[in-house]
């Protein structure tokens, strides 16, 4: 029970001196005693009473109230009786210590205390065991099938009184019950994500206990019921990707009934997850669809034939989406071979949106692919969005980590790094491959900073980087193929290696030396591949036009 319910008990004739800011605390037991040192018979979470016997002096409340907080009592009730007021120096060392006192009226026994405390906790325990088995039931048939993880958490309010969210890995909140009241601040959402994954990355054995701003969360891990730790090879395959329960309450002294039941509202609410996941199945094939056609470099009227099957699944009644933005990510981890594609495409699907927006259906517009550790996503922009007076719109790389950043730096603390790159805006099929290829550029540049979690735009990118993606495609094909086709072909008939020479020589500036170096060659050699290559191809690699037409060659093939 709650300290704050036995103040509002009137026949219990309690008067609060100290401590309105603990009232929440929970009330597991009660013990009387006029000992000066009670601490072998306290376990923590008593409501201690006492008669002050044990106060000779006004040295004496200093090192009684030091032993009470020690052993962990949620609050002193002092009775009136023997001295009539409850002494200053009594009320000076509980504020000192944050223990609520309590006044207990000469006309209440402490038996009478003693009695209702018991009461009201004993039946609290009994209710909970007893209920458990309803409680499991209830849940299983009125839970995410009939309204989402909301219906778990109303339960949880309803018959436990318990405070509860539903949060994602970078913080955003997806769900709360109606007993928990407003929702949390953004802020405290961040920082619960942030605890709970350093907590799962150390290793630290799940309920989480967090204290902020005076109030105690447990977190809860909620893991997707086909990627548990069992299945999964490594804890941080899922790491960013699961969701977590919040709890406004002390877990710590929950008895294993009261855990075991939390556990299961988590089991209820990862199959939520598992539905939303599957909901996505049709946005992330169109996605990869699309990219496979780009990437294979299909004929422009064939990757926007399939652009125009998947518009009316992302921009539902807006029809054709005008623009689009290509968003790459990558997560990695240093030293080990984790595949960090579902990981990225998870993240993206969470962090392309705005932070604010609550709910579990918030990316039925976004569409993500994955091969190996890279996801992919394709974000349609609306007409309202797209034909804006020419400011930025759209996705822009340097607000697009602002309000995950520190859970997810905390997730990938000591060894993994999240990196992101966005494009322009495109109108056309035909910019499609500009654009990922620019956003791939972009990500390279974000790799290139410090710190765990970093992004980058195609404002931040120079020189050839920013022409080469937005060159047609029949161009590049045939410029690169008039430079670099002899050279192939060359090195496929005699097992040569003229592109790889071509490469590093452009590499090393035109330097003989260096670049013998790192090719393991005799400087005669280098020379012979180098002649061979300007016979092959008609041009001299001591002109800079020549060099600068293999390097951009180089770069588009």
Partial sequence: MRL???????????????????????????????????????????????????????????????????????????????????PDDLVTACARHRLPLLAVHESVAFATITE????????????????????????????????????????????????????????????GSKAAGPALPAETCGRLAAEHLTATRTGRRAPHRVLLGGTTYSLFPIRSTGRSPQT?????????????????????????????????????????????????????????????????GAAPAEIAARLRVAAPVLLPGLGAAPHWQVVVARVDWDGDEIEGGPVAQALLEEILVDPLAAGPEHSDRIAVAHTGDEAIALVPLPAVVAEHDGSETGVLADVLLESVRDPLTAGLEGDGHLTLGVSAAVHSAEGLRGALEEARHARRVAAARPGRVCAAGHQELASHVLLLPFVPDDVRRAFTARLLDPLRDYDRRHRAELIPTLEAFLDCDGSWTRCAGRLHLHVNTLRYRVGRIEQLTGRDLSRLEDKLDFFLALRMS
């Fill in 232 to 296: 999964a090879r490594d804890a941080r395959e899922t790491l960013l990707s699961d969701w977590l329960l919040a709890v406004e309450a002390d877990a710590g002294d929950w008895a294993e009934e009261r855990l075991d039941l939390l556990h299961g509202v988590t089991q209820l609410i990862a199959v939520e997850r598992d539905r939303r996941d599957a909901a996505r199945t049709v946005r992330r094939r169109l996605a990869q669809e699309v990219l496979e056609l780009v990437q294979a």
């Fill in 116 to 175: 209702h405390v018991v009461r009201q906790v004993s039946g609290e325990r009994a209710g909970d065991l007893a209920a458990v088995v309803d409680r499991h039931r209830r849940m299983m048939t009125s839970g995410p099938a009939g309204g989402g993880p909301d219906v778990v958490l109303d339960l949880l309010g309803s018959d436990l009184d318990l405070r509860a969210w539903v949060l994602a890995p970078t913080g955003r909140l997806i769900a």
């Fill in 4 to 86: 704050r319910a036995l103040l509002d008990t009137d026949a219990l004739g309690l008067k609060l001196l100290g401590g309105e800011e603990e009232l929440d605390r929970t009330v597991r037991g009660v013990m009387t005693t006029d000992l000066r040192d009670p601490s072998r018979y306290l376990s923590g979470g008593e409501l201690v009473l006492t008669g002050l016997a044990w106060r000779h002096d006004a040295e004496d409340s200093e090192p009684f109230v030091r032993l009470l907080v020690q052993q962990g009592v949620t609050a002193l009730a002092a009775g009136e009786a023997e001295l009539g007021d409850v």
